[in-house]
């Protein structure tokens, strides 16, 4: 934890990408957001998802991919590399040292009483010998990490060969037959950038999963890392692999944030999603509500997403960016989105997921004996 995985991994993604390679970034903690399940399961269900979504990144022509996550024994790294025989995994640990590693975790503001368990975590990885290369990110800047990271590594991902793509897969798919059971709930949340719309999904897919219901959560921006790429086809389809896998581990229910900025993409998002109900739920902010949380995202607030877009840019930058995300909701005002449309002017986090949860029915209403 706080070892720079998750940015340092997106700054390799970027600076291939910008050098022209057609690379692809997966955050193993974003296709494994299903709980409650037992600890055990985790690298299963992470390298099942992978493995999944691996084949409609090499259907759209994926070079290379890298991997954001934590595995601690050489037994979990073969439940990924068990599924994926075709791929070449290098394996590399980032460290640092416990004084930086303390101030780097205590600055995120989240869960600060996990300090000590995340510095005991660093130093029982110390010892260990399972990884192919080990990098220190103690006092470098991301970029610099990330070069050092590829140089250790050979100058990954080195030589690349044109890919033999797998024949292509069907766009949707298939119906659920008329005996199914009764649909599963999905709550998609929609609205302007900045809105709330990631913030809020989290926040109801884990009240949920305080109840003892096995609720499943993928925020769309997390699933189809791939640059460039025919972006709407590719996250319907690692939609469609990653919730096959939380249903096969007996997810009862669904909250997916984002990426739907147009009726027909979530119409096409939500046709990877059979045997569902969906309910669309379109937060609101007034510009001036949207200003503040732009500006709050670009000085590194709210939650470490990778690729955020808005986070370290200057005072105009944010200022286009809060005008854009006005006209945004503006423009989905008009057009009336949604199911329901829930205003978040004013309001905590938490007040607006339940309002959402109350105005959806008490979703995900599950019946009775369901949990």
Known sequence: MAAGKSSVGWEVFTQLSRSGVKVAFVDTDQISLCHPLPQ??????????LAAMWANFRQEGMRCLVLAGFVGTSEEVREYTTLLPEAAFTLCRLRVGSAELKERFLGRGWRP????????????????????V???????????????????????????T??????????????????????VPVLWLRGATAVGKSTVGYEIFSQVHRTGVRAAYVDMKQI???????????????????????????????????????????????????????????????PATLAERVALRGRGGGPAIPGDGLRGLGPEALKRAAERAAREAEALDRAGAGDLRIDTDGRSVREVAADVRARGG????????AR
């Open 224 to 286: 189809g890392a791939l640059d460039p790429a025919d972006s709407r086809r590719l996250k319907a389809r690692n939609l469609a692999a990653v919730w096959a896998g939380y249903r096969a581990v007996g997810a009862q229910c669904l909250v997916v944030s984002g990426e739907a900025d147009s009726d027909d993409a979530l119409q096409d998002h939500a046709e990877s999603l059979p045997g569902t109900a969906v309910t669309v739920c379109r937060l609101h902010a007034g």
């Open 134 to 160: 080990c990098v220190d990110t103690g006092g470098l800047a991301v970029p610099e990490a990330a070069r050092l990271v590829r140089e250790r590594a050979g100058g990954w991902p080195g030589a690349l």
């Open 162 to 183: 044109a890919p033999a793509l797998p024949r292509d897969l069907p766009r949707r798919p298939p119906a659920p037959q008329a005996d199914a059971a009764p649909p």
């Open 40 to 49: 055990d399961v985790t690298h299963g269900l992470r390298a099942r998802n």
């Open 362 to 369: 008490n979703w995900p209403n599950l019946p009775q004996g």
């Open 113 to 132: 009483e996990l300090v000590e368990e995340a510095v005991a975590e660093a130093d029982a990885l110390d010892r260990s010998d399972y990884a192919d």
